[in-house]
């Protein structure tokens, strides 16, 4: 170990274990150290649930040597499952094992007797590098299957780097060239990310990453297939869309703007955006087909809208004085396409926000098209209206704004809005930086070719009400400090009024 998040293998030796014979006591080991671990990982999703089993789906070696890399997917006792790559090394874990202390899972002992350390392989480039080998070859594994996209050129032996950034997965970049995701809920159906890249690599010249490869496996998961790592093109980027967006609102909050720019020099920036969302859904469009909204889509959109509201209130008490504005809202949408105003649907991405755009040489380049996480790849891909990502990316201005805002006032930013002056109005220098920014988005977005999100707005109202109250749940399961900001939105929305204050 050379410094902190820089693991250097040992020598890899061939003793480790290499084949399913050898693996069963170490992955007994390993379920016997995940209850107390896993919950303290970002994309572990089961906050609040107790967990006190985990047993194994799935174990093989991807890696053979010592340390070995072990692919497994595991289910823990709420149901759900967890994929985590496994360094196995000798030893037992401490200084001068190698492993760096924030990656150690535990130290387990091999059938007769000896330590063992078990730790997340997403930080050992070693490791990393021995995986994509796999990925060169393009064959199976055990019970995995390693499959490469038509024409993809995956060059072995680039330095592997794993992100740190706060993730509902894992990813690591491959020199400039790539970069791989490394699912961790893991699910069974086709994953909407490959599709949707796959589709859009089709469409051609679309603000988009090539897909390159993937790893999916038909263990336990009956005939479906589950996908378990995604390859694709790194997009090399000045930042993303959230970083140069709270600069920008944080400047604007402060008064330190540009006088010839003095909502913040974003506008551009959101204009640009706009154009390269409605590039993406007019390929999505062209590509996985689009129609016009039925009744029963629009009541079952609906049903769905409300569940998810039922959901959150159960754990989100800010949310109880909203209820029955959003109910309203929600209602409105399904009497607009009763009314005989049915909007088209399509393929959409699904989590659009601020944080999936990168600022490109060639402008922004959308990521991260597998949905909201948790939930089913079906409920995923089911087309909607294509003003719910507008929305959603809407909603991500308000977020930067009331973000920079907590920033130079203090969290939770509002808390001193009302009862002092200066803060009152740095608080409307923030909501007319996000305004200014959403009508900016709105502008390039129609410019583009979309149809102009300010003309539906009783779907917009609907899909902003309901991407602020996923985002309270959200926040509440993982960043309660943040969760005065969606609940603001929420309370305009509810009350008839607009999702940025
Ligand atoms: N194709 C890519 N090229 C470069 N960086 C990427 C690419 N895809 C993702 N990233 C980086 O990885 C981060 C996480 O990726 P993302 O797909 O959003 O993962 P998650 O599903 O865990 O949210 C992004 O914020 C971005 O910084
Ligand atoms: O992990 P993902 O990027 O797939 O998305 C999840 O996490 C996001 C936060 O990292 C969350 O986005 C929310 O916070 C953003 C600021 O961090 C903000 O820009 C977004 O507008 C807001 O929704 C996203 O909702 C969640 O699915």
Redesign the pocket.
């Known amino acids: 170990m050379t410094g902190p998040g820089r693991p250097v293998a040992a020598p890899r030796r061939p003793d480790g274990p290499t084949a399913q014979d050898d693996l069963a006591p170490t992955v007994d080991e390993l379920c016997r150290l995940l209850p107390s671990w896993l919950p303290g990982r970002r994309w572990y999703a089961g906050k609040g649930h107790r967990l006190s089993e985990v047993r194994p789906l799935l174990a093989e070696v991807v890696v053979p040597g010592t340390p070995a890399l072990l692919q497994t997917v595991l289910r823990t006792d709420d149901g759900a499952c967890y994929q985590l790559l496994v360094g196995v090394a000798p030893g037992p874990a401490g200084p001068g094992a190698g492993v760096p202390a924030d990656a150690v899972i535990g130290t387990g002992r091999t059938p007769d007797g000896r330590p063992l350390t078990l730790y997340e392989a997403s930080s050992d480039p070693e490791l990393l590098s021995g995986l994509l080998e796999r990925f060169v070859a393009a064959e199976p594994c055990g019970a995995l299957e390693f499959h490469r996209a038509p024409e993809a050129v995956i060059p072995a032996g680039a330095r592997a780097r794993a992100l740190t950034g ?3 997965n894992t990813s690591v970049a491959f020199g400039d060239r790539m970069m791989l995701k490394v699912l961790r809920r893991i699910m069974p159906g086709a994953n909407t990310e490959l599709e949707t890249l796959a589709a859009l690599e089709r469409a051609g010249d679309v603000p988009s990453a090539a897909p390159l490869a993937w790893t999916q496996t038909t263990a336990r998961h009956g005939a479906e297939p589950a996908t378990l790592c995604i390859l694709q093109e790194f997009v090399a980027s000045r930042g993303d869309g ?1 970083s140069i967006a709270t600069a920008q609102a944080r400047a604007c909050v402060r008064g330190t703007c540009e006088p010839v720019a003095p909502l913040g020099g974003f506008a551009d920036d959101a204009m640009l955006l706009g154009r390269a969302t409605a590039r993406v859904h007019r390929a999505l469009a062209e590509q996985l087909g689009t129609r016009t909204m039925s009744l029963p889509e629009a009541a079952e959109l609906t049903d769905a809208l409300v569940a998810r509201l039922d959901e959150a209130l159960a754990e989100v008490p800010g949310l109880a004085p909203c209820a029955r504005g959003l109910r309203t809202a929600y209602r409105d949408l399904r009497e607009a396409v009763r009314r005989g105003n049915p909007p088209p649907v399509q393929r959409v991405h699904g ?1 659009l ?4 755009a990168l600022r490109a040489e060639r402008g922004w380049v959308l990521i ?1 098209f ?1 949905g ?2 948790g939930h089913p790849f079906e409920e995923r891909r089911r087309p909607r209206p294509a003003v719910r990502d507008v929305a ?1 990316m809407l ?2 201005f308000d ?2 704004a009331h ?1 920079a805002l907590g920033e130079v006032l203090g969290f939770p930013p509002g808390e001193r809005t009302s009862r002092d002056v200066h803060a009152a109005r740095l608080a409307r220098r923030a909501s007319a930086w996000a305004a200014h920014s959403r009508r900016a988005f709105c502008a390039g977005y129609t410019a583009a070719g979309g149809q102009d999100p300010r003309t539906s707005p009783v779907l917009l109202r609907a899909f902003e009400a309901d ?1 602020a109250v ?2 309270a749940l ?1 926040e509440a399961r993982n960043r309660p400090e ?1 969760l005065p900001i969606p609940l603001a939105a929420v309370r305009r929305l509810a009350h008839g009024g607009q999702s940025t204050g």
């Open positions: 706060e993730q509902s959230w989590d926000h601020l944080g999936q991260d597998e909201e996480p959603a909603r991500s977020y930067a973000h991407k996923y985002e959200y943040w």
